[in-house]
Nanobody
């Protein structure tokens, strides 16, 4: 059974940094585009970053809200991927989810192959 397990959420002050990690089992991340979503209180879940699968890493997407501050990366050897978040602001407060697309590109086809359980990130002084 495919599973993604997130870690690294928590409380951070405005301007600070956090790194989220997503560990996979039962699925080989290199064969999938890997993505980060977030859902802020009272808002819909949004995809904030995606990286294409192995040999397709140039398929790299960031939402306008995080571009220049967040960086997605992946370690195929250890079957993990990450989201480095810098210059965090209160509006970044949300539950963050890692996910794998069903294919090697970041095109949304109506469903995601597997989701993580979510990690709460709170940005507050």
């Amino acid at each position: 059974q495919s599973q993604l397990v997130e870690s690294g959420g928590g409380l951070v002050q405005p301007g600070g940094s956090l790194r989220l990690s997503c560990a996979a089992s039962g699925i080989t991340l290199a064969y999938h585009a890997t993505a980060w979503f977030r859902q802020a209180p009272g808002k819909e879940r949004e995809e904030i970053s995606c990286m294409g699968g192995s040999n397709n890493e140039a398929d790299l997407v960031y939402s306008d809200s995080v571009k220049g501050r967040f960086t997605i990366s992946r370690d195929n050897a250890n079957n993990m991927f990450y989201l480095q978040m810098n210059s965090l602001q209160p509006e970044d407060t949300a539950v963050y989810y890692c996910a794998a697309h069903p294919h090697i590109d970041c095109v949304y086809r109506g469903y995601l192959e597997v989701w993580g359980q979510g990690a709460l990130v709170t940005v507050s002084s």
